[in-house]
């Protein structure tokens, strides 16, 4: 459970400034929730991203034809298979498909956060250099973001 919380925290939760260039960082929000259903809702709606069956998604799709056509060419007998093995894992962009699978699982948890109410919130640079304080995962933290939450 506490990996599904991890996740949870991770996908609503916002995430410290790396450059002062990078947009702010951004959490979920519903005025005047308490902390027992931001919490509720924050590992349900994660749950939903994190367990969804993604096999039929059409980056998953991409991701497998690509490696069982490398895996064919790489068994060919023959020069330049091992060649070929090589261009067909780059077609195939499995760094793409993974950040492309991860946006559909998002998109799943932003929709159920949306269809319980939250919006978006905008953390002002004070508040992201005072959620970095806190360690990721803690309650301190679960707290913090929480009182940006409710507000």
Not at 26 to 43: C, F, L, M, Q, S
Not at 61 to 89: C, H, M, Q, V, Y
Not at 92 to 103: G, I, M, N, S, V
Request: a positive charge.
């Amino acid at each position: 459970m506490s990996r599904i919380l991890m996740v949870a925290i991770g996908l609503i939760g916002a995430t410290t400034a790396q450059a002062d260039a990078r947009a702010p960082a951004e959490t979920w929000g519903k005025p005047g929730v308490g902390y027992d259903e931001y919490r509720d809702d924050a590992i349900g709606c994660a749950k939903i991203g994190y367990f969804r069956d993604v096999a039929q998604d059409e980056p998953a799709k991409r991701f497998i034809r690509g490696f069982e056509t490398a895996d064919l060419l790489l068994n060919l007998p023959g020069a330049g298979a091992g060649d070929d093995w090589g261009n067909s894992i780059r077609r195939t962009q499995p760094d793409r498909q993974k950040r492309d699978l991860h946006a559909i699982q998002v998109g799943d948890v932003e929709r159920c956060l949306t269809d319980k109410g939250y919006h978006r919130v905008t953390l002002t640079r004070a508040e992201e250099k005072t959620l970095a304080r806190y360690p990721r995962g803690s309650e301190a933290r679960h707290r913090y973001l929480h009182a940006l939450a409710a507000r």
